[in-house]
T-cell receptor, first 113, second 115 residues
Framework: ETGVTQSPTHLIKTRGQQVTLRCSSQ?????VSWYQQALGQGPQFIFQ???????GRGNFPPRFSGLQFPNYSSELNVNALELDDSALYLC????????????FGPGTRLTVL | GENVEQHPSTLSVQEGDSAVIKCTYS??????FPWYKQELGKRPQLIIDIRSNVGEKKDQRIAVTLNKTAKHFSLHITETQPEDSAVYFCAASEDSGGGADGLTFGKGTHLIIQP
């Protein structure tokens, strides 16, 4: 069984730029959720994708967008980066009919300068 | 929306003693409560979860209790070991099968096991 993987591991961007983060779900899982974890805080829900459509969204602005592909992998895109977007971005996958049983990837550390 | 409060923020216990971490939630519709362990620089790892139709669940040295009336749930770790040192997060969600709201996390408890 393959676990959740994310790329890249680390990324440095400047304010105003755009970034794309990638996630491959665990084998057998078809739902992907994205979270932002600021230093010293718990993860915050950004959105969830199921069957290639956004299935729910947290309190994040529209410049945070995503995609899910037919193989269940997913992308998180952030436009017009701000300094406060610096955080660990976590992807979690979950199985059909148990979308809240979420298994996390190692994360992408984004630094915005 | 849901709000999850977690206490304490830091907990230091002697090796072999028990540790208890407590969480409260605000949304009575929440019915799924997982606990995650996150070691420094690593991913959050699901260690145990409970659903609202169950009052207690145990897995070896770890147990979780749920009081739906009071809207609080707790993580109990017995016979603590050095490898239990980590940050622990509680979370809550409405397990409708659709998962539209995601998980709402507490701010975490840094558990320190003193040798």
């Amino acid at each position: 069984e393959t676990g959740v993987t994310q790329s890249p591991t680390h990324l440095i961007k400047t304010r105003g730029q755009q970034v794309t983060l990638r996630c491959s779900s665990q084998s057998g899982h078809n739902t992907v959720s994205w979270y932002q974890q600021a230093l010293g805080q718990g993860p915050q829900f950004i959105f969830q994708y199921y069957r290639e459509e956004e299935n729910g969204r947290g309190n994040f602005p529209p410049r945070f967008s995503g995609l899910q592909f037919p193989n269940y992998s997913s992308e998180l895109n952030v436009n017009a980066l701000e300094l406060d977007d610096s955080a660990l971005y976590l992807c979690a996958s979950s199985p059909e009919l148990a979308h809240n049983e979420q298994f996390f990837g190692p994360g992408t550390r984004l630094t915005v300068l | 929306g849901e709000n999850v409060e977690q206490h304490p923020s830091t907990l230091s216990v002697q090796e072999g003693d028990s540790a208890v971490i407590k969480c409260t939630y605000s949304d009575s519709a929440s019915n799924y409560f997982p606990w995650y362990k996150q070691e420094l620089g690593k991913r959050p790892q699901l260690i145990i979860d409970i659903r609202s139709n169950v009052g207690e669940k145990k897995d070896q040295r770890i147990a979780v209790t749920l009081n739906k009336t009071a809207k609080h749930f707790s993580l109990h770790i017995t016979e603590t070991q050095p490898e239990d040192s980590a940050v622990y997060f509680c979370a809550a969600s409405e397990d409708s099968g659709g998962g539209a709201d995601g998980l709402t996390f507490g701010k975490g408890t840094h558990l320190i096991i003193q040798p």
